[in-house]
């Protein structure tokens, strides 16, 4: 069988250097590889066969996994221009506003001071595999408890706290912190449920209070300057330090910036194949590619976006003293 021209630390390599042109016709045109045509990476794409372990065994040894913090989110990758393909539906987008065709990836996240480190992913399509993003979610967290994690708290925003998923946390012996709607039901005074909203809560209190079918929770709330409330809880019932409780909590931004960040550097959105199995290889990739520009910007202090960027000016310099 003859050996493939295009690989995985080729693709990978070209989705970190380029800018904005992330088609297989592309990498043929730059590739040092002689003799790589378009169907070459076509091919590549199609035929490999990445799961999400796959990522975990490119990350193992970055993460501490008896510490730090385990996140949980999806994002929307935007296919609204892509008319046929076999990954994209229509889904809700929160950066649109409204219903978009893109492809739903529910992701998690360790990190413990100032890492960003994808562990496990899941492409959420519950029309092949009848699993909800909850599902998803706590596959994962069972697959992050067999591979020895023992986060100090998992963090998720009310999409995800469910009673059965933090339910399953604690059956793990660990604790979240988590957001509520602010219609849950919790008490004060046995069999009196109350929305937590209708919670006498000073801005900086913490309470102790009964979550329905849960159990006993801290609960906190935090109050935007336009006014807006979110709603903390948490199952930690030492974690009674209001700022302690938030400060935690905030951990939770970073997969928001990790979703910001794969998005603008490695092209995650970007394939162009219609065909399902093509889409796999390059979101896992994309996934790798992600974490070799994780590894340099932790040793080296170099930002992400700077490593980009400087792969640009040394091309542009060249190009302008061609030219002079």
């Known amino acids: 069988m003859q050996k493939q021209k295009c690989s995985l630390k080729l693709y990978t390599n070209f989705l970190i250097a380029n800018q904005n042109r992330y088609s297989g016709l592309e990498l043929s045109r730059v590739s ?14 199609s035929s490999s066969n990445f799961t999400p372990s796959d990522l975990w065994n490119q990350v193992k040894r970055l993460v501490n996994a008896k510490t730090g913090y385990l996140l949980c989110d999806d994002t929307l990758l935007n296919k609204q221009y892509s008319r046929v393909n076999e990954l994209a539906k229509k889904q809700y987008s929160g950066n649109e506003h409204g219903l978009i065709n893109g492809i739903c990836l ?31 979610f706590q596959d994962m967290l069972k697959r992050a ?3 020895g994690f ?19 946390v604690r059956k793990f012996s660990w604790n979240f912190i988590c957001s509520l709607k602010s219609n849950r039901k919790i008490n004060v005074i046995q069999g009196n449920y109350i929305p937590v909203a209708d919670l006498d809560l000073p801005e900086t209190q913490v309470r102790k209070v009964w ?6 929770i801290l609960v906190c709330k935090i109050v935007d300057k336009n006014g807006d409330i979110t709603y903390l809880a948490t199952s930690d019932l030492t974690l009674e330090d209001y700022d302690d409780f938030v400060n935690h909590y905030k ?13 603008q550097t490695t092209g995650i959105e970007k394939c162009y194949s219609t065909l ?22 932790l040793k080296e202090h170099i930002s992400w976006y700077e490593q980009k960027a400087t792969i640009n000016r040394y091309a542009v310099n060249n190009y302008l003293r061609a030219n002079a």
């Open 276 to 297: 399902a199995a093509s889409q796999k290889t390059h979101i896992f990739a994309s996934f790798v590619a992600f974490i070799k520009l994780e590894i340099r910007r």
């Open 211 to 216: 979550l329905k079918e849960f159990g006993f």
């Open 145 to 147: 408890k067999d591979r």
């Open 150 to 168: 023992s986060p100090l708290y998992v963090l998720i925003d009310s999409w995800y706290s469910s009673i059965s998923n933090l339910k399953l």
């Open 32 to 45: 040092p590889v002689s003799d790589l045509c378009h169907d070459s990476v076509s091919r590549w794409l």
């Open 106 to 136: 529910v992701n998690l996240l360790w990190t413990s001071e100032d890492e960003f480190i994808p562990v496990d992913y899941r492409i959420y399509r519950k029309e092949v595999d009848d699993k909800t993003k909850n599902d998803h």
């Open 251 to 263: 951990q939770r931004w970073k997969i928001e910036e990790f979703h910001r960040g794969i998005k």
